[in-house]
């Protein structure tokens, strides 16, 4: 059976209506506020690690977010370093301080790099 697409509008492009860009930043650029929460994601999963290895969850299900946070916290942080490389890189931003901040922030780091600072 085939349907036929039907072209849905951009509620953000029409003048009306509600969307979520401030009138003060171009649609699609989140807000300064709205970076630092992205960037606070993170960290609470670091200080969730941090709590863990200090003192062991007993509960299962404490045990396997643990191992999940520890995947996600080390393991892809670190694959992402080359390409938050290349992007701090075009900013003028050193290798090593990209490594530093990718492995504590993620994407959320150098994916927002200048976001929310206009």
């Given at each position: 059976?085939?349907?036929?697409?039907?072209?849905?509008?951009?509620?953000?492009?029409?003048?009306?209506?509600?969307?979520?860009?401030?009138?003060?930043?171009?649609?699609?650029?989140?807000?300064?506020?709205?970076?630092?929460?992205?960037?606070?994601?993170?960290?609470?999963?670091?200080?969730?690690?941090?709590?863990?290895?200090?003192?062991?969850?007993?509960?299962?299900?404490?045990?396997?977010?643990?191992?999940?946070?520890?995947?996600?916290?080390?393991?892809?942080?670190?694959?992402?370093?080359?390409?938050?490389?290349?992007?701090?890189?075009?900013r003028?931003?050193?290798?090593r301080?990209?490594?530093?901040?990718?492995?504590?922030?993620?994407?959320?780091?150098?994916?927002?790099?200048?976001?929310?600072?206009?």
């Open positions: 059976m085939t349907r036929s697409l039907h072209v849905v509008p951009d509620p953000v492009n029409t003048g009306h209506g509600r969307h979520r860009a401030s009138s003060d930043t171009p649609a699609g650029v989140p807000s300064r506020g709205a970076v630092l929460a992205l960037r606070s994601i993170p960290v609470i999963g670091w200080v969730f690690l941090i709590v863990g290895v200090v003192r062991p969850f007993r509960a299962r299900w404490l045990r396997v977010a643990f191992w999940i946070d520890v995947v996600l916290s080390v393991g892809v942080h670190a694959a992402q370093i080359p390409a938050a490389r290349k992007v701090a890189a075009e003028g931003i050193s290798g301080r990209a490594a530093v901040m990718t492995m504590l922030l993620g994407a959320t780091w150098w994916k927002t790099l200048g976001e929310g600072e206009r």
